[in-house]
């Protein structure tokens, strides 16, 4: 049976984990819920689970939860301290890291410490600390195993060859929304229509971000720190049906790809269980039905938040600290009404340039840029 602390369970990752969970009793108990502020959802999710431990992350409300809300037998905890004792405990075995943005991260890094697998949701997470969340895994015989839809993909189609034999790693992108919109009407996007994914229902950031394509540009730093590739090495295609999730070319020119309907239970069961597969209930391909896949190469004139990517990627130090907190202030501005879509990338761009580049920083180095990446985005055109 294995223990499990899921962090971010009133989120969409959250929600679908918890089907996981349901489907599998006999493998798998929750030892920790974690939400941030949603505490009548959190509350409801353990009557059903009974974990010994729920977390309120927001340690504002440690003075005003109603206790009786919540089941006898489980303890409450609060902030950041109470994340980092559940994804620590010695009786946890799987940390599910799906928190949203890089308030994820510390409990990505205390799993990641403590030698625990953690099931990786939380992209920012390795975009903001990849090279110390992937060192402390190895240092404390930790293991991370994607639950990112591409890079699980990634993952399973690594598995049928020789690292040193692969020649190029092709991250599929839907295109999002807005893929076959021309410059001019990319400058007019409403909110609603940026929410509105079209393969793909998910919480509210990493849908904007997939309409920019800055969730691919993340993704190919969190695939450079996953599978220690190099720049040279990843491509990202549009694919709109969301069918082929990611694709692993060889250097005899074989090409390995993951495919199954857009479904997240499928990876998050995937990194759960493995190395051994579950009989699934995500929704099943149906090959008796006519479908069509298309490839198409992005573009990055229309989308240059996938330019700042590969940039971020090349470059390492604390440039990932500060593409992520200002993308996520930019999300956050686009949200209230506050920003244009296009300034998204725009303000991430002059961010990164403003920022003086350090080499191998240290996790207070990195929250130190996060915060400053953080102020600049705000004070932009306010
Ligand atoms: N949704 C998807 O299909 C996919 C998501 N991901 C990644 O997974 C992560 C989660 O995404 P998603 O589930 O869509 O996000 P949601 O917005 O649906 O859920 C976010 C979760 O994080 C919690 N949370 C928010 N802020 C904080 C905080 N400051 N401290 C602690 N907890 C917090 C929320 O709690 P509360 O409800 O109380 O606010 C909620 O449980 C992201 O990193 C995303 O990029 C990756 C691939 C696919
Ligand atoms: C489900 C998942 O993994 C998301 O990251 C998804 O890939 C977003 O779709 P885009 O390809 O549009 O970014
Ligand atoms: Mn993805």
């Known amino acids: ?22 489907s599998d009793p ?21 009557h059903e689970f009974h974990p010994r431990y729920a977390v309120i992350a927001d340690p504002s409300l440690a003075g005003e939860i109603d206790r009786s809300l919540f089941p006898q037998e489980t303890k409450l905890l609060f902030g950041e301290e109470g994340i980092e004792q559940v994804a620590t405990d010695p009786q946890v075995g799987i940390v599910v890291s799906a928190i949203v943005g890089a308030a994820g991260l510390k409990g990505t890094w205390a799993a990641a410490q403590s030698g625990k697998r953690v099931a990786l949701a939380n992209k920012e997470s390795l975009v903001v600390a990849g090279a110390l969340v992937t060192n402390a895994a190895k240092a404390s015989g930790g293991e991370i195993l994607p639950v990112d839809s591409e890079h699980s993909a990634i993952f399973q189609c690594l598995a049928a060859g ?19 919109s021309s410059r001019a009407e990319l400058d007019k996007v409403t909110v609603a229509a940026a929410l509105d994914h079209p393969t793909w229902k998910m919480g509210p950031k990493i849908t904007i971000d997939s309409a920019t394509m800055m969730n691919k540009a993340l993704e190919v730093i969190e695939a450079r720190w996953l599978f220690d590739a190099s720049v040279d090495e990843l491509n990202v295609v549009v694919h709109p049906q969301s069918i082929i999730h990611s694709l692993v070319e060889y250097v005899d020119g074989s090409i390995l790809a993951q495919l199954s309907p857009p479904d997240m239970r499928l990876p998050i069961q995937y990194a759960l269980s493995w190395p051994q597969r579950k009989p699934g209930f995500a929704r099943k391909m149906n090959w008796f039905e006519s479908q069509t896949m298309e490839f198409f190469p992005p573009d990055l004139d229309r989308f240059p938040a996938l330019k700042l990517g590969f940039e971020v990627a090349a470059a390492g130090g604390g440039s990932g600290a500060v593409l992520n ?32 580049h350090s080499t191998n920083p240290s996790l207070s180095e990195l929250l130190a840029l996060d915060a400053w990446a953080r102020e ?7």
């Open 325 to 356: 907190a200002a993308n996520e202030v930019a999300v956050e501005r686009f949200l209230n009404n506050d920003l244009k879509f296009m300034e998204i990338p725009q303000v991430c761009g002059e961010v990164l340039a403003a920022h003086t």
């Open 162 to 180: 020789n690292r040193h034999e692969v020649a190029r790693i092709h991250l599929t992108a839907s295109g999002g929304p807005f893929r076959k």
């Open 1 to 22: 049976m294995k223990q499990i602390a899921l962090l971010g369970s009133t989120g969409s990752i959250g929600l679908s984990t918890l089907d996981v969970v349901r």
């Open 26 to 46: 006999a493998s798998f108990q929750l030892f920790a819920l974690a939400a941030h502020r949603r505490v009548r959802e959190l509350a409801s999710q353990c």
């Open 376 to 382: 600049e985005t705000r004070r932009w055109k306010a």
